[in-house]
């Protein structure tokens, strides 16, 4: 049985669905209700070598809601938004209703709002962070690497996920 991540729970793919594996990773389309084509990463539990991992690819998240920081727990990896800086944000450039939008539950995490969420994580089953979805105009990657490095310790791997270049290869 195949399941669908969404950031606060996991469902089973809905009937007709066709599973894939493209470069050793899975992947459900089906058509939905309304006739559009969708895709989504799936897990398949227990399978394989890295049976029970679980990277978490969060974007797009508007705010740090309840089910988002109890998901955070059974992660052992995440590449998480840390989209802006909000002085950097308040100040710059954009109209007034897009600064609302994006600062509001429809939008994206600051980086604070993004360390707020992992720090309590720190140390338990989440081996490391990668930082991504950085705004261009609205944050600075120097500065969101590190807030997050300084808030965690040393010993906790943070990487940046650059918009412009290809990262490393991050295993749990």
């Known amino acids: 049985m195949a399941s669908i991540f969404k950031p606060s729970h996991t469902e089973p793919v809905p009937d007709g669905t066709t599973i894939v594996t493209v470069r050793g990773r899975r992947w459900a389309y089906w058509t939905d209700g309304r006739g559009r084509k969708q895709t989504v990463p799936v897990t398949i539990p227990e399978e394989g070598r890295h049976a029970g991992q679980r990277l978490g ?8 809601f309840a089910e988002l920081a109890e998901l955070m727990s059974t992660l052992d990896a995440a590449y998480l938004e840390s989209n802006y800086d909000p002085q950097m944000l308040a100040t710059g450039p954009y109209p007034e209703y897009l600064k609302l939008r994006i600062a509001g539950d429809s939008g994206h995490l600051s980086n604070h709002e993004g360390v707020e969420l992992v720090r309590p994580h720190v140390g338990d089953r989440l081996k490391w962070l990668a930082i991504a979805h950085l705004s261009e105009q609205n944050n ?3 500065l969101a690497l590190s807030l997050h490095r300084a808030s965690y310790g040393a010993d906790f791997p943070v990487h940046l996920a650059s918009r412009y270049q290809e990262s490393a290869v991050l295993t749990l």
Do not use: H, Q, R
Not at 57 to 64: A, K, N
């Open 57 to 64: 690819i969060l974007t797009d998240l508007g705010y740090p």
């Open 140 to 142: 600075e990657p120097e």
